[in-house]
């Protein structure tokens, strides 16, 4: 069996399909994409076409060998998510090929179902007391939400106090057992997360996640120091040596790979159980389409150290178009009392709706995150 053709669809709301060719008709999709860069994505996986065309897409583990280490420049958040997407596409064959879905071909599983959380509040968070009860009455057991707005390098007790009220807010409404994952999406500097991590400990959150910038992680080991909450980072980190310091470092206690940015399911399953060594846990990052989060659940249904999944459906990212409006069985991603079951068809698990993919992908999208400021002028992180 041989590789013949790749091809990248660029579909509403802010995603990348690529759809591989095989001679025998087997057909793999992935999703290689950075969320506001999916043209120079797709570009980057047209470049590395000529290393994969005409090879046979069973031997995965030399080809993401070739795709990395055959470029004397590797790594970061473009070629990774190419590599990621053909990665992705290559399992779907493999298991399509060996009629079974790619967690069997890995090892088999350690769990049959996976718990997974829902995001509230949008970019700027508003109203998640509701939310977050809402989210609860659907079945969920667990949110996430942004913690904050912009913060300045240092800020007002103004900005810190709006964020206690907010989760204060879900508890009230949730109650005491809903998990609350709060990203500081990289939106505070230290000076602020030593504040914030320390007057959020009473809510007792399921983690913080990127209390820091990822280029900041060393400040990691002063935060663990001052909180007892779980610290989660990794989701602009994009290969196991990018996550070997901050393992070494023992300042993390739950990792967040992305399966579209970090190398794919070859990379993530290696990033996972070097993770379990140190004794940290999984859950993949995944605000992205319905192939990303079957892979997602390809690696967790491996993983003994994955504990909760994200996924998008209905994030305030997806207008105009949402995950199952992709998928030709609606029924794949079932959440029912907080968890979502292993696929069990072969390959990803996945049916990809190839029609409406192609009718979309002449719609496109530039999706590109909002440019923030502080009041001052300066740039603001996102």
Sequence with gaps: MKITKLECFLVPPRWCFLRVETDEGIIGWGEPVIEGRAET???AVMELRDYIIGKNPLHIQDTWNVLYRAGFYRGGPILMSAIAGIDQALWDIKGKYYNAPVYELLGGKVRDKMRVYTWIGGDRPSDVGKAAKQAAENGFTAIKMNATEELQYIDSYKKVDETIARVDAIRTEAGADIGIGIDFHGRVHKPMAK?????????????????????????????????SIPIATGERMYSRWDFKQVLQDGAVDIIQPDLSHAGGITETVKIAAMAEAYDVALAPHCPLGPIALSACLQVDAISHNAFIQEQSMGIHYNKGNDLLDYVVDKSVFQFENGYVQLPEKPGLGVEINEDFVRQRTEVGHSWKNPVWRHADGSVAEW
Excluded: G
């Excluded at 959150?205 to 209390?211: D, I, L, S």
């Design 195 to 227: 504040i914030l991590i320390k007057e959020l400990e009473p809510y007792r959150p399921m983690f913080v996640e990127e209390p820091v910038l990822p280029e900041n992680n060393e400040a990691l080991k002063e935060l663990a120091k001052i909180s």
């Design 41 to 43: 994505v797709k570009a």
